[in-house]
Nanobody, 124 residues
Framework: QVQLMESGGGSVQAGGSLRLSCAAS?????MGWFRQAPEKEREGVAA???????VYGESVKGRFTISRDNTKNTVLLQMDSLQLEDTAMYYC?????????????????????WGRGTQVTVSS
């Protein structure tokens, strides 16, 4: 069982920045971030595989940057130019089963492990 521990959420004004961090208890091939706002479905934000291939959700392209450190089993999400609609619970995710990193991001059912989540709130 892989344990995922998120940190870095909080409150920020629109236009500001936050950085999320997720530490995994052991190595997994695919890692990423999903988010879920109240009364909305969970959506993929960004994902990265062990080879460094990256995919972003359309709504965050150009604003968010994902990176990972394979030596520390950590994944980071730098969030810039935050908007009100970025407000959500953000979940770290990890897995092995997706054939492509894009499938991992688009299909929460392919995620093997979830973190407990960290709240991000953007205000005007």
């Amino acid at each position: 069982q892989v344990q995922l521990m998120e940190s870095g959420g909080g409150s920020v004004q629109a236009g500001g920045s936050l950085r999320l961090s997720c530490a995994a208890s052991t190595y997994t091939r695919d890692m990423g971030w999903f988010r879920q706002a109240p009364e909305k479905e969970r959506e993929g934000v960004a994902a990265i595989d062990s080879a460094g291939r990256i995919v972003y959700g359309e709504s965050v392209k150009g604003r968010f940057t994902i990176s990972r450190d394979n030596t520390k089993n950590t994944v980071l999400l730098q969030m810039d130019s935050l908007q009100l609609e970025d407000t959500a619970m953000y979940y770290c995710a990890a897995g092995w089963r997706a054939s492509l990193i894009g499938y991992f991001l688009s299909s929460p059912r392919l995620v093997d492990y979830w973190g407990r989540g960290t709240q991000v709130t953007v205000s005007s």
